[in-house]
């Protein structure tokens, strides 16, 4: 055989090895799924906390202040009436001791009262009060999304709701957002 018959067959098998390798690649891409078919697709939600201050304005009872601390006039008031009491009791050295026992008892008792009354007196004002609260709200951050491509199925998180399908390129999923229709 002749050297270029042999050159001849040689790049024709050749050919016909690279067309029909070729041919089956072309089917088998056009045989490969456009599009993956959407079984089921779930929210995927978060609960945010978002804080705000809430005020109100409420009566608040306090303690009045007092305008005399060392109980002088309970003192001098109870001392004057129980030394009058104590004036009362017995004759010569043993009314002295009577008066002067009765004002020093009635000077105790004044001031214990007094300290009483003012221990019991309050003044009510208006407070400005305020608090932080919590509002909760749900928030989308993205959907958990079933699908079937060749016959299998499988799932995948995704930051859009694909609809019915999803597309695939190479026998894998496309999974950028589509850009929105203006």
């Not at 409420?58 to 305008?67: E, I, L, Y």
């Not at 009791?89 to 026992?101: D, E, M, R």
């Amino acid at each position: 055989m002749e050297n270029s018959m042999i050159k001849g067959l040689v790049i024709g098998a050749v050919s016909v090895v690279a067309i029909s390798a070729s041919g089956f690649a072309g089917y088998k891409v056009l045989t490969q799924p456009a599009y993956a078919e959407v079984i089921a697709v779930k929210d995927i939600k978060e609960t945010v906390r978002t804080p705000r201050e809430e005020c109100q304005d409420v009566q608040v009872q306090r303690k009045a202040q007092v305008k005399d601390e060392n109980r002088v006039a309970g003192t001098v008031i109870g001392g004057v009436l129980g030394g009058l009491v104590g004036n009362q009791i017995g004759h010569g050295t043993g009314n002295t001791i009577a008066t002067v026992a009765g004002a020093a008892a009635g000077g105790y008792a004044g001031n214990t009262v007094q300290k009483t009354m003012q221990d019991k007196d309050t003044v009510a004002t208006t407070a400005h009060r305020c608090k932080t609260v919590y509002d909760s709200s749900e928030k989308l951050v993205g959907y958990d999304v079933s699908y079937r491509l060749d016959g299998k199925e499988d799932h995948v998180r995704l930051a859009y709701n694909p609809g019915n399908r999803i597309p695939v390129k190479d026998g894998k999923l496309v999974l950028q957002s589509p850009v929105p229709a203006k």
